[in-house]
């Protein structure tokens, strides 16, 4: 370890571990295991090991995840790119387990950046519903927006908002809501060098006061009925089973619900909340010295009385009508000469303008004006001098069956390397205008054929120098 760990932590844990201590620490001397998600919008989880070279082992709490090793580099690989997975800590991936959002369902990830637990909920979502994956701080709300776009879901808004302001906005709008706080990040030592050098007990007691204002604005947009997951990467009770108690103290409508256990799960501790509550133990643990992953806290929480429709209707997003009009005849026109698809199959959604882009919203009559708004669900593309021209996302959204026209290259194909650093590709003459780039036959972006040639439109921002 480049960094030791803080000596009041280690004398914390050696207090709160006793006969445990030692293999606890021990742990300390493994190297962090390392684990991607399969996408299962675009393959199977079966499918996805027959394709690469290097050994995967199944991780037991997730259905689509993976361990590899670090030899095998998966964020250098073009299916990176394509969004056949997301590089995803092993733990991490039980919390939205945990909370199992249903298709069509309204969910809130409330501080989603970099975006593993919202795209996990959007992929167990069929993108169906409408995910709201929120970001206070720009920089990461940015990189959250690139994760849905590379994964090619469609049912997600990014914000960048206060939390505040998202109660205010939505109300008690929310089926399901996931609290993955920001915490001391204690059970992410082992990876984390600057997680060990920045902790201290004042930071564990401030990251405790920001957690339950969290929890209590988020009670707030939840519907009756609803559930909750709140999670942390920290060992901390402070951030662990107070937080919970002292949350149910303030609501006595809510309840901690069982959490799933699977293979190295460990309840959560009574005797390390004051006051003792008994239910805590329903909650779960996840230690590095009893599984492959890093440390974490999970708690299921369902709020009382019947799901139902919100009070709060929210006003339809108004765009000028000729506007509107001229920008879906456009996408029209593009979608007959260069998709095998129907008006029909964007008909579930709302289409809007935002300046010259048109997205498809997933939720029609919500209002977007007041927040805002990253990615307001697919961007279709942009308008251009009386014509249509594609968004990457929407490529990353379509499969290959979709497109009328593809070129296809193997994974480790010059062209494909050639393609991400943004260079032109020879095509076949008989190639007119927008082609699907596949790699393997998953989508990877647009490229417009002419005259022999493949005008690339990989963007900018994510070419491979």
Request: some cysteine.
């Amino acid at each position: 370890m480049t960094h030791p760990l803080p000596e009041a932590f280690v004398k914390k844990m050696k207090s709160l571990l006793g006969n445990e201590y030692d293999e606890f620490i021990q742990s300390y001397q493994n190297s962090p295991s390392k684990g991607i998600r399969i996408n299962t919008l675009k393959m199977s989880a079966s499918q996805f090991p027959k394709m690469v070279n290097y050994d995967l082992e199944p991780i037991p709490w997730a259905a689509e995840g993976f361990y590899y090793q670090e030899e095998a580099r998966p964020g250098k690989h073009p299916y990176h790119a394509a969004g056949l997975y997301y590089i995803q800590e092993p733990s991490a991936m039980a919390v939205v387990e945990a909370l199992d959002p249903q298709p069509g369902e309204t969910v809130l990830d409330i501080a989603a950046a970099p975006g593993g637990k919202a795209t996990q909920a959007a992929i167990r979502m069929k993108n169906t519903g409408l995910l709201i994956a929120n970001e206070i701080h720009p920089a990461r709300a940015k990189i959250l927006s690139e994760n849905v776009e590379r994964l090619g879901i469609t049912n997600t808004v990014v914000l960048n908002e206060e939390p505040e302001h998202l109660k205010e906005h939505f109300g008690a709008f929310f089926d399901r809501i996931i609290v993955d706080a920001p915490c001391s990040g204690e059970g992410m030592f082992r990876k984390d060098a600057e997680a060990r050098l920045e902790w201290s007990a004042k930071q564990v007691t401030a990251c405790a006061m920001r957690q339950n204002h969290l929890l209590d604005i988020a009670a707030m947009m939840l519907k009756p009925g609803g559930k909750l997951v709140y999670s942390t990467c920290t060992f901390s009770p402070e951030e662990n089973e107070e937080v919970i108690v002292q949350f149910l103290e303030r609501h006595p409508d809510w309840r901690i619900i069982p959490v799933a256990r699977h293979a190295g799960y460990k309840k959560g501790m009574p005797n390390w909340a004051s006051p003792r509550e008994e239910s805590i133990a329903d909650t779960v643990r996840l230690w590095p010295h009893h599984l492959k992953g890093e440390g974490h806290y999970i708690a299921l929480l369902q709020k009382s009385g019947e799901p139902k429709e919100p009070l709060h209707q929210h006003a339809k997003v108004k765009s000028k009508a000729s506007t509107l009009i001229e920008a879906r005849r456009l996408f029209k026109t593009f979608m007959e000469t260069y998709l095998n698809l129907s008006w029909q199959d964007f008909d579930s959604g709302e289409m809007i303008l935002f300046g010259a882009h048109l997205y498809l919203l997933p939720q029609k009559n919500l209002s977007w004006q007041k927040v805002k708004v990253l990615r307001a669900g697919l961007h279709l593309g942009e308008i251009k001098k009386n014509r249509f021209e594609p968004s990457h996302a929407l490529a990353m959204a379509l499969k290959a069956d979709d497109f009328k026209q593809t070129v296809n290259y193997p994974a480790d194909g010059q062209e494909i390397a050639s393609f991400l650093r943004g260079e032109s590709l020879s095509a076949s003459p008989q190639l007119k205008g927008w082609t699907g780039v596949l790699v393997d036959g998953f989508p990877l972006g647009w490229g417009k054929a002419s005259d022999g040639v493949l005008k690339n439109h990989y963007p900018k921002g994510l070419r491979i120098p």
